[in-house]
């Protein structure tokens, strides 16, 4: 069963970061690249950044470049989102993902986990 349990959400003011983690289990993790997605209030579920499996290439969305870095550690199975500068705009419930580093997301094996929430305040 693939699991992907997402952390790190929160509360936080224009200006500050947060970390997110996505632990996994249930696949090969260090086969997929994998990445974010983010679903705000009312929007459409969009990709956010991706990371591949072994050489640290990664994509990142046009909205979050210079702002966001994502990490993985294949030995824990876990992927990371680290982000500064947050805006009230970044607000969303964010969920982890597979993907391509032509900027393609899709759900891990039917599953995008239960996300964690990330609130901006202005």
């Known amino acids: 069963e693939v699991q992907l349990q997402a952390s790190g959400g929160g509360l936080v003011q224009a200006g500050g970061s947060l970390r997110l983690a996505c632990e996994t289990s249930?696949?090969?993790?260090?086969?997929?690249?994998l990445g974010w997605v983010r679903q705000g209030p009312g929007k459409e579920r969009i990709g956010v950044a991706c990371?591949?499996?072994?050489?640290?290439?990664?994509y990142y969305a046009d909205s979050v470049k210079g702002r966001f870095t994502m990490s993985r550690d294949n030995a824990k199975k876990t992927v990371y989102l680290q982000m500064n500068n947050l805006k009230p705009d970044d607000t969303a419930l964010y969920s982890c993902?597979?993907?391509?580093?032509?900027?393609?997301?899709?759900?891990?094996?039917?599953?995008w986990g239960q996300g964690t929430l990330v609130t901006v305040s202005s």
């Open positions: 990371i591949g499996t072994e050489d640290g290439n990664t």
């Open positions: 993902a597979a993907c391509t580093l032509g900027g393609d997301f899709y759900d891990v094996f039917g599953s």
């Open positions: 249930g696949f090969t993790f260090d086969d997929f690249p």
